[in-house]
């Protein structure tokens, strides 16, 4: 008898709480660990107070690997959510983090489902010091997608701009000729980039439609082979199958003073390839959300 793969799971969580996991290999790794505080290889981890190890904290920041508590009673945002529904979760700063980041903060997210199926994201981070200090982070939405075949996938809307090449000291470069295709290990920064980047996945005649504000940067990652067989929570070969888009804050940091606040959004959607290709010259969306 065929081993069937169990894709609801309802154990007891944090407190004795009843939490319900939901597992679907389209989206994260099979090898992905779900026992926090380790982060989960897959979904939308999000990085903050920094971005990858450009600093001296943890890599990709502690926000990914906490408990985030659900607000009952959400304020309203100035985007209208009308017709999605939505949950507001809180990060506040804790003892620990203040150990190494000793700065006090807010930091609100609301997930959004629309209609059709879109997903958006809503980050908004408040300076609650009190001592009168600023302070200042990266950031950036850690997006899985899952693809069919990396080798038949192209992005577009990143052509001819400017990325730091992670794979080269963060040396910069300017993107040469057409739309992004893969052949081997990719890990750029993209910066300056315009608010839509499709994601073309050629053998599914699928498009993931990325849509953006107040994140300026777009990170693209893939590991390939040989950088995936030494990653403990990622398959040999699941490589193949995903490709990171992620719209980041990197180049340029963003800084605080008490009482600020700073959002940033992203929006994906599906929709078929033919509707999106060859509409996103950069040179032609810029400026057009």
């Known amino acids: 008898m065929s081993r069937e793969t169990v894709y609801v799971k309802q154990c007891k969580g944090v407190n004795g709480l009843e939490k319900i996991i939901l597992k ?3 989206g994260f790794s099979a090898e992905a660990n779900f026992n926090p505080p380790r982060s989960i290889r897959g ?3 999000i990085c903050f107070p920094q971005f990858s190890n450009l600093g001296s904290l943890e890599h990709h ?3 990914r690997n906490k408990l985030w508590t659900l607000d009952p009673n959400p304020p309203p945002f100035p985007t209208s ?3 999605r529904a939505f949950i507001d979760l809180l990060l506040k ?3 620990d983090d203040s150990k190494n980041w000793p700065h006090r903060y807010e930091f609100r997210l609301r997930i959004a489902l629309g209609p059709t199926g879109d997903l ?4 908004r981070i408040r300076n609650t010091n009190t001592d009168g200090k600023s302070f200042t982070f990266t950031f950036a939405y850690h997006t899985y997608l899952y693809v069919t075949d990396i080798s038949e996938v192209r992005i577009e809307g990143l052509e001819t701009l ?3 090449d992670n794979l080269k000291n963060r ?4 993107e040469q000729g057409d739309a992004i295709t893969f052949e081997s290990e990719v890990d750029k920064v993209y910066v300056s980039t315009p608010t839509k980047i499709a994601i073309i996945d050629h053998e599914r005649k699928r498009t993931f439609e990325i849509r953006k504000d107040g994140l300026p940067d777009a990170v693209v990652w893939n590991p390939w082979d040989k950088k995936a067989k030494t990653i403990t929570d990622m398959g040999d070969h699941e490589y193949k199958h995903m490709l990171c888009v992620q719209p980041a804050c990197v180049e340029k940091a963003i800084t605080l003073k008490p009482g600020e606040e700073w959002k940033g959004r992203q929006e994906i959607s599906a929709v078929p390839s033919s509707y999106c290709s060859g509409q996103l010259d950069p040179r032609k969306v810029l400026l057009h959300f």
Do not use: H, V
């Open 93 to 95: 700063n804790s003892e």
């Open 171 to 174: 040396e910069r470069y300017t």
């Open 162 to 164: 400017d990325y730091l």
């Open 24 to 26: 679907e290999n389209r």
């Open 61 to 63: 920041g502690f926000a």
């Open 120 to 123: 958006m994201l809503t980050s």
């Open 43 to 45: 979904g939308i981890p």
């Open 81 to 83: 959510s009308k017709s």
